[in-house]
């Protein structure tokens, strides 16, 4: 039975397609050629990452090999590209700062840990709906803050910058004096590379090109003019021997390192979710095809399994690149596949060369990364909005920048929650019927006059309705009903048939108010309630309490039983 239910929950887009035969030559052309393309594009994303992390660039590029395979293996999307992403630049920094690598390693594997739970839980529907301007505010955050971190290289300052926000722009601004200007001048003239590049060719990506002629300047300048830019073999010295090939390391985990990183492996595992979700529902909405979203967060998590016990670093979905497999003509999770292997075929044989990059290039990538991320545009459109949905956006943005990546998403959690239930809760709600007279109708709309009987609500008779799920969020809406009786009250009717369901707490408010308003020698009768709601009600005994003959599946029969009852 857990097999078969497994099954139900992980089925890969992999193994999907070629099941079906949906597989050909033609679309292993387009596979074969998006692969190279987006392989290509991811290079340079790959090395920038890495260092922008903490970690070195081979850890960065080893991610995305292993990775990219392990999504598009075992991944619910035929278009998801998976790699280290600018959104975790931030929270991997600040692990590495103050867990090192092992403790980076066990965080992530815990994420992946975290993942899998989701996905065989069936999670993964939750996290489509995650308010949008939460996701505007983690993603604008992070990208001021990816931004923030590559002042120091983009510019050319040796000195020292701590971490924080306010502290690094202090310490920008103290530094001013210290501006490397042939720095600053390769930062500025990349950049203007990956601009008009991009506007003219968009098959090659500009960052690929802005790295390559970066690097040849770079070159250039220390052999015939004496100038020597900072390069990734100045950052990472021990690279010049060559890159180590990756094997496979168990981390030593203890339960004190495991309890510190519970928090940071969550934020991981939240952040991953959120991001491979959101360029899986993009993907879908491009190609009209549908992803499956518990599998996408079951692949991720085996990736963020697998990947660190390689040296390897967070992973998720990225937007940029499975975009770009799905405009060069990537028809399947092969090109993922395919996208890996010419990574790992550069990382063989052409990395030993990636030591004469310049760290102002890549600072030029990662500003890049971070204005396409920034979604000012979509930010300033949010502003116009409501003010809830304004306070929650700029409360996230200003937690991700100010304060910490990990508070910025548990607090976004926590306000998706709330939001969501005081959305509810505007949907619920309790009406007062004072007329002489209502409609026998149970439906919402009516149909037909001929429907419509007119009932005399007798005196010492309280009709009340309640619109809407009745939950925890619709307790203190019940402390109304006290405010309208008075003391001829002899029944009180709560109409239910527009409540499709009632919880836990529903039910304790519920029992809470009957007793008390029996106390005061008022019955209720409950009228229109539906077939689900009525066997909550009878599980916990609500019948018992007000007796069986007070639940009434109509309004007639409701003020027929008051009437006998004042009578």
């Known amino acids: 039975m857990k097999t078969i239910m497994l099954g139900k929950v992980f089925q890969p887009k992999f193994f999907h397609l070629f099941n079906k035969g949906y597989y050909n030559k033609a679309k292993f052309t387009s596979d074969l050629i998006a692969g190279i393309i987006v392989g290509i594009i991811a290079l340079p994303l790959a090395i920038a990452f890495g260092i922008a992390s903490g970690v070195t660039p081979q850890q960065g590029l080893i991610t995305a090999i292993i990775a990219g395979f392990l999504v598009s293996f075992f991944g619910g999307s035929r278009f998801l590209i998976g790699g280290p992403t600018g959104a975790f630049i931030v929270i991997v920094a600040g692990i590495v700062a103050q867990y090192g690598l092992q403790g980076l390693t066990i965080a992530t594997i815990m994420a992946g840990v ?10 993964g529907a939750i996290f489509k709906f995650i308010p949008y301007p939460i996701v505007v505010g983690f993603t604008s955050g992070i990208a001021v803050t990816i931004f923030s971190t590559q002042v120091k290289d983009f510019l050319g300052i040796t000195a020292a910058i701590p971490s924080g926000f306010i502290p690094q722009w202090t310490a920008y601004i103290q530094n001013l004096s210290n501006i490397n200007w042939v720095e600053a001048a390769m930062s500025f003239g990349c950049l203007l590379i990956i601009i008009i590049w991009g506007r003219f060719v968009k098959k090659i990506p500009g960052s690929l090109i802005a790295l390559i002629l970066g690097t040849l300047v770079s070159v250039l300048l220390g052999q015939y003019a004496d100038i020597h830019l900072a390069t990734i073999g100045t950052k990472f010295p021990e690279l010049a021997d060559g890159l180590p090939m990756p094997s496979p390391v168990a981390p030593e985990m203890d339960y004190a390192t495991i309890k510190g990183l519970v928090s940071p492996a969550f934020t991981i595992a939240i952040l991953c979710a959120i991001e491979s979700l959101l360029a899986a529902m993009v993907a879908d909405g491009v190609t009209g095809k549908r992803h499956d979203s518990n599998t996408e967060l079951i692949g991720q998590g085996i990736a963020n399994v697998v990947t660190p016990l390689f040296g390897g670093i967070p992973a998720t979905g990225a937007i940029a690149r499975t975009m770009a497999s ?55 459109y949010l502003l116009r909005g409501d003010k809830s949905d304004v306070a929650v956006l700029l409360i996230t943005f200003f937690l991700t920048v100010i304060v910490d990546l990990t508070v910025a998403i548990e607090v976004g959690v926590l306000l998706a929650i709330a939001l969501f239930v005081r959305r509810v809760m505007e949907t619920s709600s309790i009406n007062v019927i004072e007329e002489d007279s209502i409609l026998a109708t149970e439906s919402d709309e009516v149909v037909n006059p001929d429907d419509i009987e007119q009932l005399d609500i007798p005196q010492g008779v309280e009709v009340y309705e309640v619109n809407g799920p009745f939950f925890f969020g619709l307790a203190s809406k019940f402390e109304e009903f006290n405010n309208f009786s008075n003391n001829n009250t002899k029944v009180r009717i709560i109409r239910m048939r527009k409540v499709p369901f009632i919880d836990s707490t529903g039910i304790n408010n519920l029992r809470n108010l009957c007793e008390r308003t029996q106390n005061r ?29 007070c639940i009434q599946p109509h309004i007639t029969p409701a003020l027929q039983r008051a009437k006998e009852i004042i009578g």
Not at 114 to 123: S, V
Request: aromatic share 10%; with cysteine.
């Open 326 to 380: 799905i405009n060069n003509g990537g028809k399947s999770p092969l090109t993922g596949i395919i996208h890996a292997i010419v990574l790992l075929l550069i990382y063989l044989f052409l990395m030993p060369y990636a030591i004469y990059i310049p760290l102002s290039c890549l600072a030029a990538i990662l500003v890049m990364v971070a204005y396409n991320m920034s979604e000012w545009r979509t930010f300033k």
């Open 521 to 549: 020698g008022i019955q209720v009768i409950l009228s229109g309630v539906n077939g689900k709601v009525q066997q909550t009600l009878l599980k916990y005994g609500i019948d018992q309490l007000i007796g069986p003959d």
């Open 114 to 123: 975290f993942l899998i739970i989701m996905g065989l839980c069936r999670m």
